[in-house]
């Protein structure tokens, strides 16, 4: 099965920037739209941006849309550049893979097939 590993978390003031990336074991970002979702301590796993490559398709929450891009580098290679940080955004951030065939955009996690472990995100005012 696909493996995912999330990195460039860290520590950072609002109305600062960090890219986020997601490393796949194998070529899959090419083939199955992914998506990023958030966690913050207390409250429910929250969907932020999804890519479809094939399609050429983006979507994004209300909550990040103009402030963070969603965009694969290669097969096995995504990012999430995070922009105008407000400490709202501190969270675990996870990358997933969809499931083959679910329909767009994959807002809700039951649509994604495989998860990583996630990469803190802090933002302080």
């Known amino acids: 099965q696909v493996q995912l590993v999330e990195s460039g978390g860290g520590l950072v003031q609002a109305g600062g920037s960090l890219r986020l990336s997601c490393a796949a074991s194998?070529?899959?970002?090419?083939?199955?739209?992914m998506g990023w979702f958030r966690q913050a301590p207390g409250k429910e796993r929250e969907f932020v941006a999804a890519?479809?490559?094939?399609?050429?398709?983006t979507y994004y929450a209300d909550s990040v849309k103009g402030r963070f891009t969603i965009s694969i580098v290669n097969a096995n290679t995504v990012y999430l550049q995070m922009n105008s940080l407000k400490p709202e955004d501190t969270a675990v951030y996870y990358c997933?893979?969809?499931?083959?065939?679910?329909?767009?955009?994959?807002?809700?996690?039951?649509?994604?097939?495989?998860w990583g472990q996630g990469t803190q995100v802090t933002v302080s005012s």
């Open positions: 997933a893979v969809q499931s083959s065939g679910s329909n767009w955009p994959p807002l809700g996690g039951a649509v994604y097939e495989y």
């Open positions: 194998e070529r899959t970002f090419s083939r199955r739209p």
């Open positions: 890519i479809s490559w094939s399609a050429g398709r």
